[in-house]
């Protein structure tokens, strides 16, 4: 059992958004604004997409946006496009010795 | 560019042991911390263990706790993860990752581990 609690799935129609939930505790998201976001496709390494819970790294689209509420944390996407079509990971600082804590992962299709 | 590259994955009996590598490129690596990161077939990502840049500090989840050591060896810029005492329950692509400080930033492309008999 994931220490974050995210939907198993998503989904929607191209140019539709959508909003992904993940769900902690007050010694993980609501303690650290240190969430992330990953994407993986299949058969691929995750790709990070957010951090510090709602900055986008260099070259991620506008399109995915985040945000956090007290112990939980939202991934947006928004305008859908047949390549955002995949797994998405929420993560987050959970202290020194736990370190990263993952969601058990949300399968987004796109219709 | 950040490149890392795993490999020493491969299948091995239960009980057994292996040592992963990870060679990383395109960044100054002793500045930053290291994560081993794995994902079961068909599941999520699981942390596994962290280690600081200069290897001073090193962090590892309870269910690997005492089985699994990190280490880093910063002249030639790799990682390791050595495994003892495998359990069926390992079998796992296991991923090197670079933290940045706030985040886990960059991913190998995995190495692929399978404990059987």
């Known amino acids: 059992q994931s220490a974050l609690t995210q939907p198993a799935s998503v989904s929607g129609s191209p140019g539709q958004s959508i909003t992904i939930s993940c769900a902690g505790t007050s010694s993980d998201i609501g303690n650290y604004n240190l969430v992330s976001w990953f994407q993986q496709h299949p058969g691929r390494a995750p790709k990070l997409i957010i951090y510090?819970?709602?900055k986008r790294p260099s070259g991620i689209s506008d399109r995915f946006s985040a945000s956090k509420s007290g112990n939980t944390a939202s991934l947006t996407v928004s305008g859908l496009q047949a390549e955002d079509e995949a797994d998405y990971y929420c993560?987050?600082?959970?202290?020194?010795?736990?370190?990263?804590?993952f969601g058990g992962g949300t399968k987004l299709t796109v219709l | 560019e950040v490149q890392l590259v795993e490999s020493g994955g491969g299948l091995v009996q239960p009980g057994g042991s292996l040592r992963l590598s990870c060679v990383a490129s395109?960044?100054?690596?002793?500045?930053?911390?290291m994560t081993w990161v794995r994902q079961a077939p068909g599941k999520g990502l699981e942390w596994l263990s962290t280690i600081s840049g200069n290897a001073a500090g090193t962090y590892n989840a309870d269910s690997v706790g005492g089985r699994f050591t990190i280490s880093r060896d910063n002249f030639r810029n790799v990682l390791h993860l050595q495994m003892d005492r495998l359990r069926v329950d390992d079998t796992a692509v296991y991923y090197c990752a670079k933290e940045s400080g706030t985040s886990i930033d960059y991913w190998g492309q995995g190495t692929p581990v399978t404990v059987s008999s």
């Open positions: 510090e819970f709602n």
């Open positions: 395109g960044f100054t690596f002793s500045n930053y911390a």
């Open positions: 993560c987050s600082y959970a202290g020194r010795s736990t370190r990263w804590v």
